[in-house]
């Protein structure tokens, strides 16, 4: 299944961050060998998958040698490292496929001839400010895989290395995202006791991460992977089919209810400068809006997106702009508290009237985004229209996650200690 790994890299200061690395010596443009006899294409090579008797041994194709590295060449406009199924990243690596794109570079499907087994290998733009973002996420894995001893939260590291002025990092090869999952299901919602095992895990890792000292700042359903790509087809009683045509009376789920969160490019410690902003927008926190500086709860503010995200199979703040996401968040969650609004920085007071209420819907850019904001139910009607059972307590358990106060925002360990997560589970999400 495809899976998109997108992150933002909203890093400004880059003090006591590794520099660039020497260079390797596969850095260099190879030699191309000798023309063979035959010139002969291998049965397998075309497709990348060569047959498992070849795999390490020094083949051929069309006069290259398939250990060897690919011809150099220039990166395209972007910074983008040009590749071709088939060839290889240093000796180890052969590329199968593309994965999935973003702002940070592309991830590619490869078989590592060592290993003899697919790994995920991201390769990172060759711009400086993405290089810099990538060591210190190099730095963060690294520390996580030395305290994560059973490898069961986060995405395994296997290898980095710096090829051609890209820095690639190799992990362990998990399945699809959360989101993807969602979107090639036509954003059909989860049922709840499923919901509850995705969420339980994900609050372990986020309290494993806070508890070293990490914040995440970008968790969103597309970095968090399902650990198995199986599903399983199961009758939708609750899909009405708009023609006799269109749609399916069957839904799909996960095998395996197992995830680990990835993408820690945007990860950042403690102690480190918390001003700028961060998240992808439908998960980034009121504090992170309105410039009062952040910390772990705007990892829970996140999480709380997400759990009501995996319920409906719609992201809550379908929004592109402050002030509309503002009116969303009051929409659905109440008035912002005075205390807050008093301390905004000076870009987020044009938000504001006099009286430190939020300028809406005077201040809307458009009819359509007072629309956007007028269709959004409460917090408690949107979760009774998804849930059938255990509603109750999933309010409750996001009005603490989605607790406009940081201060009082639920803790990752308080979180799973709530009732929501103490519901016997259904075998069937666990096949």
């Not at 795999?55 to 040009?82: C, F, L, Q």
């Not at 400068?273 to 410039?291: F, Q």
């Not at 929409?331 to 205390?339: D, F, T």
Request: glycine share 6%; charged share 25%.
């Amino acid at each position: 299944m495809e899976t998109q790994w997108i992150t933002e890299f909203p890093h400004t200061k880059m003090d006591k961050r590794p520099r660039k690395r020497p260079r390797l010596t596969w850095d260099m443009p190879p030699a191309l060998p000798p023309p063979t006899t035959a010139q002969k294409v291998l049965p397998g090579v075309e497709n990348g998958t060569a047959p498992s008797h070849l795999v390490g041994s020094a083949m051929y194709y069309k006069g290259v040698a398939r250990n060897a590295s690919p011809p150099w060449r220039e990166d395209d406009e972007d910074g983008h490292y040009i590749f071709a199924v088939g060839e290889n990243l240093t000796s180890r690596y052969r590329i199968l496929n593309k994965m999935g794109e973003g702002t940070f570079g592309q991830v590619l499907e490869c078989w590592d001839i060592e290993k003899r087994e697919a790994v995920a290998i991201k390769i990172v733009r060759s711009i400086r400010k993405y290089r810099e973002a990538a060591m210190i996420e190099i730095d963060v894995l690294q520390s996580l895989l030395k305290h994560d001893l059973g490898g069961t939260r986060c995405v395994q590291i296997r290898n980095w290395f710096d090829y051609r002025n890209h820095i690639c990092i190799v992990f362990e090869k998990l399945g699809p995202s959360l989101y993807d999952f969602l979107r090639k299901n036509s954003y059909r919602s989860f049922p709840i006791d499923l919901v509850r095992e995705l969420g339980r895990q994900l609050l372990e890792s986020v309290a494993f991460m806070h508890d070293l000292r990490l914040i995440h700042t970008d968790l969103k359903p597309e970095n968090i992977l399902l650990v198995s790509s199986e599903y399983v087809k199961v009758p939708d009683y609750k899909f009405v089919p708009r023609s006799t045509k269109g749609g399916s009376y069957f839904k799909n789920l996960p095998k395996s209810s197992a995830i680990k969160l990835i993408d820690f490019g945007s990860t950042t410690f403690e102690h480190q400068d918390h001003t700028y902003v961060v998240s992808t927008r439908h998960y980034r926190a009121p504090e992170v809006i309105l410039g009062l500086g952040w910390n772990y709860p705007c990892d829970l503010w996140s999480v709380g997106c997400i759990l009501i995200e995996l319920c409906s199979g719609e992201a809550l703040f379908q929004t592109h702009e402050n002030l509309e996401h503002l009116a969303m968040m009051e929409r659905v969650l109440g008035p912002l508290p005075q205390h807050m609004v008093l301390r905004v920085n000076r870009q987020s007071e044009k938000y504001f009237r006099r009286g430190a209420r939020l300028d809406w819907p005077e201040g809307a850019a458009s009819r359509e985004s007072m629309r956007a904001v007028w269709k959004l139910p409460r917090l408690q009607n949107l979760v009774m229209q998804h849930v059938d059972h255990s509603a109750g307590d999933l309010i409750d358990l996001l009005q603490g996650l989605l607790c406009y106060d940081p201060n009082k925002r639920l803790k990752a360990r308080d979180a799973l200690r709530h009732p929501f997560f103490h519901r016997d589970i259904k075998s069937c999400y666990s096949l």
